[in-house]
């Protein structure tokens, strides 16, 4: 049951778009691999948004092999970081 005291902490979309940032600059991440990671649940969108901020994340496609032995083309993000000092900005999450 839900304890009117307890305030709850959302996972609102700024704080999706630095998760996404902050898992970006360890490594390139597929859709899939960002929405597991960083709970969000169109990370598509929070993508779109970071470009729109200005952040360098190229898509590369790959292939991915499913279960059954089938293939899907899906997008790899990758962020290109324009100062080695950008890094730093994100220790703190």
Known sequence: MYDAITPRH???INVQR???LARLLL???TAMQLQSD???PDPRARIHELRADGHEISSQWIDRKNNDGTVNRVALYVLTARDPRQTDLFDHL
């Open 10 to 12: 959302y996972n609102g």
């Open 18 to 20: 630095a998760a996404i």
């Open 27 to 29: 490594s390139p991440a």
């Open 38 to 40: 960083c709970n969000a």
